[in-house]
């Protein structure tokens, strides 16, 4: 995400207190309820500044009691040039909160008996498969729970400035070449591809698209007239756009419906928390079965068989907890579902048996509502007396300190891989250990000081509350992180990183890959990442200190992984197996032989060997898009300018493959430097002419 570059105040925008029943809702009337004025004056402040820290162009959020929106509000600017406010009609991408609905819809048809939760999904999905045989264990709930053991997203044209209609059909063909990261059920970590899999499940079992189907189902009857999918552009000024500087950026498309497609307000969500809190019912219509909500707040990770920290997640189907610890600190129990997206960041919490729910959203990934989120509910479960007062964070006081020994050192120094990092602890001559993280092939130390303390678990003077500690299971050591959450009056802990020991040498073929540069080939051209400027590079790097792995890094799924190439010369295995987030989004690296050229499939990523990029002739050109409508690679051999005729779209990079321009249609891309690349887009069999003028 490039970020945003200018710093401004916000505005306050449209204020509504809302008293009376919302139209359409029925049942009890709740006793009046509080207004909050001390909640909502504390949530003012705390979101404009949010605002100003993040450089957040604008945000909207509301509070519900019961039956009733008592605030909604929005805040910062929908256009900076105008000064224009949001309105509380205004969309926001909400992100991954969008896996609520995919996961409603699933449960709909739970209750209108057309599914069973626990029978396999290739049941109701004949041409579902994968490379691991043991897919056909998967079922329908371990892609609501996350234990489906899938390596995680598909990234590639995820997210997008113009739609991606058939993304899902993407993710599903991409299954079909790779292994499962786990055996079905054994674990959970957070898997963007599972809820995907919901799109043609729904399709499947319904007969309708999966969007069409959460409309008909869920939005219309809740009356959420400003929330739909991104499937063509929205009218100008309907949503909230993020900024790149003084700029706005275009609307973004997230093409993963039921993982993170939905667009939405804080007012139509929170007629979705009525109906959480009123058991699947909001007003005359009911939405769920009662048994249906119940089972989505359920903790469905206590029982996994590989669980080695019981309290680091306590995921409900599509909910990423059913027992938000910063509530459960004070014994009120929350669901709640985080959402970003390379724009947008949301969180909702809805507690069903206080009958209170927030909505919080900002058009800037780097918002980070969760903190707002829980601030706002408990200042207002301590307004309306159900807590004595909002809690206090913890005591910055270090334990007392337990010198370490030889053995307590030899069971925590040593390398521990994550997903997209590598995190390494020396022991220091004083006892203590040092951080460090893999960047750029060097080590660079993070942290220093940590002593060991009386509970057995290391962490500094400077912040005593951020500790490290190694735990054994199913036979591998774990690096466990404890840190202060939300509003720093608990802490949680999680499966931070897996060890990893030297495992040899690499064989000859991997060698002569070490060093190499490919480049992408099937990444849209609308792609955000492309047309942000992130170099369309894949690498492989060899690791000194770890001999026997690779290090993969893609420059355009901003994303590195450890892989292990033993056992053969054309797969890397993807082999960490860490639960809840760490070990999230892996893939294996496969090198496919094409015209006598060694390609890298990456999760579904294809890229093409850079050196073996044809270099263009002066004159005319003609360059033919294969069957496959692959993208098309061309290196400039001297200074000059190229005219582009026949192309879809085309990008400019110079040597070291930033970009310079892009384009699309016939077009011509001016003078241009000695070493630079071409990539050009056009349908299958597609020719494309260039004509390359030498400089005079």
């Known amino acids: 995400m490039t970020p945003l570059s200018t710093v401004y105040w916000p505005s306050v925008a449209l204020i509504a207190l809302v ?66 406010a949001p309105a509380l009609s205004t969309m926001y991408g909400i992100g991954s909160v969008s896996k609520l609905f995919a996961a409603i819809a699933m449960m709909t048809l739970v209750d209108q008996g057309k599914v069973d939760l626990d029978a396999p999904l290739a049941q109701y999905l004949p041409d579902f498969r994968m490379a691991s045989p043991e897919y056909s264990q998967i079922t329908v709930r371990m892609l609501l729970n996350h234990t489906a053991g899938f390596g995680g997203t598909d990234y590639r044209n995820a997210f997008t400035y113009a739609p991606i209609l058939d993304y899902a059909t993407q993710v599903q063909h991409a299954l079909t070449t790779q292994r499962l990261k786990h055996q079905p059920g054994e674990m959970a970590v957070y898997c963007n591809d599972c809820l995907t899999m919901i799109e043609p ?27 739909r999918f991104a499937l063509a552009p929205f009218p100008a000024g309907s949503f909230a756009p993020g900024y790149t500087g003084d700029h706005a950026d275009p609307q973004e498309y997230t093409n993963g419906y039921a993982t993170g497609g939905l667009y939405s307000t804080p007012s139509d969500m929170a007629r979705l928390a009525m109906m959480f809190m009123n058991g699947g019912r909001y007003g005359d219509v009911r939405i769920l079965s009662e048994a249906a909500v119940a089972e989505m707040g359920r903790d469905q990770t206590s029982q996994l068989p590989f669980n080695p920290i019981p309290t680091a997640a306590h995921w409900g189907l599509g909910w990423d907890g059913v027992a938000q610890p910063g509530l459960a600190a004070v014994g009120v129990t929350a669901w709640h579902k985080n959402g970003g997206t390379l724009t947008y960041a949301s969180d909702f919490f809805v507690a069903p048996e206080e009958r209170l729910a927030v909505m919080v959203t900002g ?23 159900r807590i004595h007062a909002v809690p206090a964070p913890l005591p910055n006081v270090p334990q007392p300190e337990r010198p370490a020994t030889d053995a307590d050192l030899a069971a925590i120094v040593g390398d521990y891989a994550q997903y997209g990092a590598l995190i390494r602890l020396t022991a220091a001559p004083d006892r203590t250990l040092r951080v460090s993280a893999y960047s750029n092939g060097v080590w660079a130390e993070t942290t220093s000081g940590l002593k060991q303390r009386v509970d057995g ?6 912040q005593p509350n951020v500790s490290y500690r190694t735990l054994i299971a199913d036979g591998r050591r774990y690096l466990a992180a404890a840190r202060p959450g939300g509003m720093g009056h608990y802490l949680s802990e999680i499966p931070f990183g897996q060890q990893v020991q030297p495992a040899g040498r690499l064989s000859a073929a991997w060698q002569a890959r070490v060093g190499q540069s490919w480049l992408a080939v099937n990444e849209d051209a609308q792609s955000i990442p492309l047309v942000q400027g992130l170099p369309p590079r894949f690498t492989l790097e060899a690791l000194d200190d770890l001999p026997g792995y690779l290090f993969a890094t893609s420059a355009l799924l901003e994303t590195s992984q450890i892989v292990d190439p033993s056992g053969s010369d054309t797969l890397a295995r993807m082999f960490l197996k860490i639960p809840v987030n760490f070990g999230r989004d892996m893939n294996d690296v496969i090198i496919e032989t094409r015209d006598g050229e060694d390609w890298a499939r990456y999760g579904s990523s294809l890229f093409r060997p850079q050196a073996g990029v044809p270099t263009l002739s002066t004159g005319d ?11 098309e690679w061309r290196k400039l051999p001297a200074p000059g300018s190229v005219a582009i005729l026949g192309s879809r779209a085309w990008k400019l990079y110079d040597a070291n493959l930033k970009l310079l321009a892009a384009g699309a249609g016939d077009s011509n891309a001016s003078t241009v430097l000695a070493g630079a690349y071409l990539l050009l887009y056009g349908a299958p069999h597609t020719v494309i002419t260039l004509r390359l003028m030498a400089a005079p």
């Open 19 to 84: 008293f009376s029943l919302l139209t359409g809702c029925g049942g009890d009337e709740d006793p009046t309820p509080l207004a909050y004025p001390k909640t909502i004056a504390d949530s003012r402040a705390a979101i404009q500044q949010r605002l100003i820290d993040t450089d957040t162009p604008s945000a909207s959020v509301a509070l519900i009691d019961g039956e009733r929106i008592v605030w909604s509000e929005t805040f910062g600017n929908l256009d900076k040039a105008t000064q224009t």
């Open 457 to 462: 678990a290391f962490s500094s003077d400077a």
């Open 363 to 385: 058009a800037s990934i780097r918002f980070n509502p969760s903190l707002l989120a829980e601030r706002i509910m408990l200042n207002a479960l301590a307004e309306r007396g």
């Open 201 to 227: 499940l729904v399709a499947a079992l319904s007969g309708q698209p999966y969007v069409q189907f959460v409309n008909d189902e869920i939005l219309a009857p809740l009356g959420m007239i400003h929330s």
């Open 621 to 631: 050109s003609a360059i033919t898009i294969g069957a496959e409508g692959l993208a």
